[in-house]
């Protein structure tokens, strides 16, 4: 693959998914890119959607499984030319993720860093309904945790570029890392407006709360 391959808006999507979801390996003959999710509630976003993205831009057939042991679904690629691009021409790593950061070609550009957005909302930021006053679970609440110091503040940057509010806070004890946490229906309404989603999931969450105004399934 060419480093001359063209930056589009569904590459920064995709990117967006591989920081979220996806990860590197690179040794000897392996050459590998997988990405892991929720196999309850992403199996048709991995599947469908992902499966043929990936295919559509990288022209590599990703390998789908199944793995009920610990509830994941997998896509895999096994290609050395697409490990090779995404670590020289994004620059993201190969091994632990304790250090990715959004990619500067993407970063400097306003609708890509949309598109991005869009992919790490679908694969890392997590939505959930709080109890109001009442007790009612009518009050939006997305967030992102990672490990990544340098993460965090990109995408606290990009939330303040687009006028988000939000709340931030170091983690720490055994899953240390960093939190984002946005509140609010104003703020899930801007992501909306600005990001958006693709992941069904999410989207059918969105659909039962603005039907009731609330969301009436208890969350676990």
Known sequence: MQLNFKLTKWVA????????DGNMYSSNRTHRITY????INE???????????IKRIYKVEPRYYERKRDNTV???????????????FFKLPIGTKDEIGIPNVIRK?????????????DTDFSLSFK??????????????????KK???????????FDFTFGKNAVKGKYKGYMIRIYGKLNLQRWLNNFGFFNPWILSKIKVWKKHGYFPIRES
């Open 43 to 53: 199996k048709n976003f991995y599947k469908e959607f992902l499966t043929k993205l």
């Open 131 to 148: 109890k109001d006053r009442k007790g009612i679970r009518s009050q939006p609440r997305l967030e992102l945790y990672t490990k990544s």
């Open 36 to 39: 892991s999710g929720n196999l």
């Open 74 to 88: 997998l896509l895999v690629i096994n290609s050395k030319e697409v490990v090779e691009f995404k670590n020289k």
């Open 109 to 121: 550009d306003t609708k890509l860093i949309k598109w991005f957005m869009r992919g790490l909302g």
């Open 151 to 161: 993460l965090f503040k990109q995408v606290s940057e990009i939330l303040i570029k």
């Open 13 to 20: 999507y995709e990117i967006g998914v591989h920081v979220g």
